[in-house]
């Protein structure tokens, strides 16, 4: 008993001497010194004095650079305000002392990196470095994680990288593109959720906090700019995913590939997006993904295949399961979401109640509205006996797009298009004028939309 005792206070001070000389290490050779110098420099940053807080700065930066996160964090401060007051020959020794502290903060801190890489770049960029020096530290943030990338600088990126192989390398091209469309939308459905959140507190009586207030706010602005990357990306890509591409693409690459799930699902989708559904290999990679993976956005892919096939009974039956299957409310409402487009064109009223059952588990979900939106534009000339009742319809088309924006910023651009086209279709004013109503009236549009609307 007395050994194993014995034994056990040898392993406690083991451990608590080789936390100390951690700890020493950290701090460097002078820990006292370090911590104190930490503590000056940070007061001072902190409070935006950089003329005082470059001294102490320097001496932790040189003397114990692994103690804290913070000489990295304010030193960018401290040394971006020395390079712009600079001129000549110190502004290059500033220049390359921010390098050295993304440098250092990489070696000491390597967490978060592609934030850090990211933020190179743009600090390279607005020193005037070469195309070349930028898109290194954007290539570097992107394979870190592309989710934590600047909003512009990834769709920079993908640029750049789609006019780097858009001829020789298409492959290289929809994997970047992929990668990069999910980072968008990890960021899109954080900030969705943050927003749905603090818009539920209000809704319930609540008060948002001054911190809340800010945060709904931001949210809100990162919304709108996710939502325009998002489209920049599927322009860029647009020129270069045809079905004449992608088919022998895919046809060449499926037996390399017909057990990997996600290039499966990538392809299957893209064909899908593209309308390349038509093809022989889009049945071939549904299958192979549905075997490799059983999932809700398989299941949604194999319906497609027995619609195709005109067996609408099969085609239900996997979205139902698809439906089914999905537990998390806001991808219950995606996979809903996507059944309802597979109708857009063969059946807008059921296009639209799939699309009223997204908004059920996801309420900010715009992209639905705007499906509600096209499917009542597309009804137009069915639901209308009449010039003025065919182009009423138009204004409920109108509104529901106002109300895609109003729930969900990030599709504020699209939503734009969608209203500024469904009002040119609306009654104009001299068709109003010789009409039974006037601005202002209610006006009820029947048939399956049986919706009630103002007269503009």
């Given at each position: ?6 034994n ?69 401060k ?40 990211s ?196 085609a ?7 439906v ?28 639209a ?22 499917a ?36 504020t ?10 009002r ?33």
């Amino acid at each position: 008993m007395k050994k194993h005792l014995q034994n056990y206070i040898s392993i406690i001070l083991c451990l608590l001497t080789f936390e100390g000389a951690f700890s020493q290490d950290k701090y460097g050779e002078n820990p006292e010194l370090c911590r104190e110098k930490l503590s000056e420099f940070y007061e001072f940053a902190r409070n935006k004095d950089y003329q005082y807080s470059y001294e102490p700065w320097v001496w932790c930066f040189e003397n114990c650079p692994a103690s804290s996160k913070n000489i990295y964090k304010y030193g960018l401060k401290i040394i971006e305000h020395r390079y712009s007051k600079a001129t000549g020959a110190q502004k290059e020794t500033e220049s390359a002392l921010i390098d050295k502290i993304y440098e250092q903060r990489i070696k000491y801190f390597p967490d978060n990196l592609g934030k850090v890489y990211s933020d190179w770049a743009i600090s390279l960029e607005s020193r005037g470095a070469s195309k070349k020096q930028v898109f290194e530290k954007l290539e570097l943030a992107f394979n870190a994680d592309p989710a934590q990338m600047s909003i512009k600088k990834l769709a920079v990126y993908f640029e750049e990288v789609t006019d780097k192989n858009k001829d020789g390398n298409t492959q290289k091209v929809f994997d970047t593109y992929d990668d990069a469309l999910e980072a968008v939308n990890k960021k899109i459905d954080y900030h969705t959720k943050s927003k749905d959140r603090l818009d539920k507190k209000v809704a319930d009586g609540g008060t948002l906090t001054k911190k809340e207030a800010t945060k709904i706010k931001n949210d809100a602005i990162n919304l709108r700019g996710l939502g325009q990357v998002e489209g920049v990306l599927d322009q860029i890509v647009g020129e270069v995913a045809t079905c004449e591409r992608l088919v022998p693409l895919y046809t060449k690459g499926f037996e390399a590939h017909k057990s990997d799930a996600k290039w499966l699902r990538r392809a299957a989708s893209r064909l899908n997006a593209k309308e390349c559904t038509d093809e022989a290999i889009f049945g071939k990679l549904v299958e192979a993904y549905a075997a490799a993976e059983p999932s809700s956005e398989a299941y949604i892919l194999v319906s497609i295949i027995y619609d195709k096939k005109g067996q609408e009974a099969k085609a239900n039956e996997f979205r139902n399961k698809a439906v089914d299957l999905e537990k998390d409310p806001y991808k219950k409402a995606d996979y809903l979401y996507k059944i309802g487009a597979t109708y857009r064109r063969s059946s807008p009223a059921t296009a639209a109640s799939y699309a009223k059952k997204a908004l059920v588990h996801r309420p900010s979900m715009g992209k639905a509205y705007l499906l509600i939106a096209s499917a009542y534009a597309a009804s137009a000339n069915s639901c209308g006996t009449d010039e003025i009742s065919k182009r009423m319809v138009f204004i409920a088309a109108v509104n529901k797009a106002i109300k895609a924006k109003s729930v969900d910023p990030s599709i504020t651009s699209l939503a734009n298009r969608y209203i500024k086209s469904y009002r040119a279709s609306g009654p104009n004013k001299k068709l109003i004028f010789s009409s039974d109503y006037k601005s202002g009236d209610s006006y009820k549009i029947g048939c399956w939309i049986n919706e009630t609307v103002r007269v503009p």
